[in-house]
């Protein structure tokens, strides 16, 4: 490309939105080191800090979602959109981007209708199974649509649709050989097995109350717990450290190598953990979280159970069937055999190179019929 790129990425609210925004950006920062990147995002929301952090500049809107219940936010909800459309023409017409990309989240809406309306090229990577209202309302505008899921065709143009997978960390995509090394990070005992133990950044509340509640249990099973409890709770669960074979973190910064030591994991079913996990390649329990919008959780979970690539549990059976069910998991090598193969044929490792060659591709298209 002869002139200056110029890209807008949007996508916040929750890291499955941020994250995989800031690994396009870096993709495109590594092919085109003098690209003018910008983030817009929504104001008090983790993407105002986390994108900064990652060192990108962030514009922010007053928008939010609408609550399932009558409150002050949804009253004000018409004037915010009015607000943050005015705003995102604005941003527009004084960045002037070859392209406009959306992660999903409040703000990428008005931000993506009005580059829409300048017949700006705009492109959305959905992470779930089951997309949300943001990018469902955002499809028919939309130039392309890059997914991770199959069957994607029910919520979105067929025509518009590629299947790239999720962006995921570069450094996950040889955890099989750091083994040894993630042993000596977290000073584990390389002859017992280890539940790595992830439910998300902030935790996850069930799940903590689960592990803290099978302590006794998974002793008796000789087995080491790497329990990533979240910020919400670590102060609830950090004394558990002192136990033999229990060590409680807040987050953990090296999940390559907590990957890697893990013998079994017990997650959440988030879209960025899902596709990392399918990277991973290990035999995986998920416990999706009941509490996000659509119960998208347990549908993108049910995509990889489908396929023999992981086993599940909704909150509800927890109580009845967990020892039963990771039981197996840790005393079966077939099982153990059967899930990682399985998962492992899921994973889109080039997911974030092939949604910027999309891009690309869109950018000369529109290059040329200029």
């Avoid at 092919?31 to 922010?60: C, H």
């Avoid at 050989?177 to 996850?204: C, F, H, N």
């Avoid at 990533?228 to 190598?257: A, P, R, W």
């Amino acid at each position: 490309m002869s002139k200056k790129l110029r890209v807008i990425l949007s996508g916040g609210g929750t890291g499955g939105h941020i994250y995989p925004a800031i690994a396009i950006a870096n993709e495109i920062s590594d092919r085109y080191p003098d690209a003018s990147i910008l983030f817009v995002g929504a104001k008090d929301r983790m993407e105002m800090q986390k994108v900064p952090q990652a060192g990108y500049e962030i514009v922010g809107l007053w928008i939010s979602g609408i609550q399932r219940k009558l409150t002050l936010s949804n009253l004000l909800f018409p004037i915010k959109l009015l607000s943050s459309l005015w705003k995102s023409r604005k941003i527009i017409k004084r960045f002037n981007p070859d392209v406009v990309i959306g992660t999903g989240g409040f703000a990428s809406g008005p931000l993506l209708k009005m580059a829409n309306s300048r017949k700006i090229p705009t492109v959305l990577q959905e992470q779930n199974s089951f997309p949300g209202i943001t990018n469902k309302w955002l499809s028919k505008g939309a130039h392309k649509i890059c997914v991770a899921y199959d069957n994607m065709e029910k919520f979105f143009p067929k025509s518009k649709i590629i299947k790239t997978g999720n962006p995921v960390r570069q450094d996950l995509l040889k955890t099989e050989e750091k083994r040894d090394q993630a042993i000596t990070k977290y000073a584990l005992d390389p002859e017992k097995k280890t539940v790595l133990i992830i439910g998300g950044s902030l935790g996850a509340r069930r799940v903590n109350q689960l592990i803290e509640k099978e302590l006794g249990f998974f002793a008796g099973k000789e087995v080491q717990l790497l329990w990533q409890c979240g910020k919400l709770y670590y102060s609830d669960y950090k004394g558990y450290t002192d136990q033999k074979d229990v060590q409680v973190h807040e987050f953990l910064d090296t999940m390559d190598l907590a990957y890697a030591a893990a013998d079994i994991i017990i997650s959440r079913a988030g879209a960025s953990s899902v596709s990392e996990l399918c990277i991973a390649a290990k035999p995986t329990l998920f416990i999706p979280s009941p509490n996000v919008a659509e119960d998208h959780q347990t549908k993108n979970a049910k995509a990889i159970v489908d396929k023999d690539g992981a086993v599940m549990l909704k909150e509800s059976e927890l109580d009845n069937k967990f020892q039963d069910t990771i039981s197996e998991l840790l005393d079966s090598e077939d099982v153990q055999i059967k899930l990682s193969e399985g998962i492992k044929k899921l994973a889109l490792p080039n997911a974030t190179s092939d949604i910027v060659d999309e891009i690309e591709k869109l950018i000369q298209n529109r290059a040329v019929r200029n």
